[in-house]
Nanobody
Framework: QVQLVESGGGSVQSGGSLRLSCAVS????????MGWFRQAPGKEREGVAS???????MYSDSAKGRFTISQDNAKNTLYLQMNSLKPEDTAMYYC??????????????????????????WGQGTQVTVSS
């Protein structure tokens, strides 16, 4: 049974940093596309960053230059390093994974909303709160 478990969320002040982790277990082969999403109250789930099995990364405009997605295949863990955090980054953050590699071929901005359901595997989320 595939499981994705996020950790690393918390409360920080504006300008601070957090590193989110997503531990993956139970998958027979490596996923071809993994990503981070976030959802604020009253808003649609939005794509933040993605990484494919070759290590190619893509970011939403709001994440570019501040967030870094990476993966450690030996540890079966996905990361999201978030720097220069802003109050508008406050949301529940989710990791997602799928065997469909083409999901990583588009900007994460197009993976949100109803398109997020293209990812078949999700974690339970970790809360990030940024205060001004």
């Amino acid at each position: 049974q595939v499981q994705l478990v996020e950790s690393g969320g918390g409360s920080v002040q504006s300008g601070g940093s957090l590193r989110l982790s997503c531990a993956v277990s139970g998958h027979p082969t490596n996923f071809y596309c993994m990503g981070w999403f976030r959802q604020a109250p009253g808003k649609e789930r939005e794509g933040v960053a993605s990484i494919d099995s070759d290590g190619l990364t893509m970011y939403s405009d709001s994440a570019k230059g501040r967030f870094t997605i990476s993966q450690d295949n030996a540890k079966n863990t996905l990361y999201l390093q978030m720097n220069s955090l802003k109050p508008e980054d406050t949301a529940m953050y989710y990791c997602a994974a799928d065997y469909l590699g083409s999901l990583c071929g588009v900007s994460p901005e197009y993976l949100g909303g109803s398109q997020a359901s293209n990812f078949n595997y999700w974690g339970q989320g970790t809360q990030v709160t940024v205060s001004s």
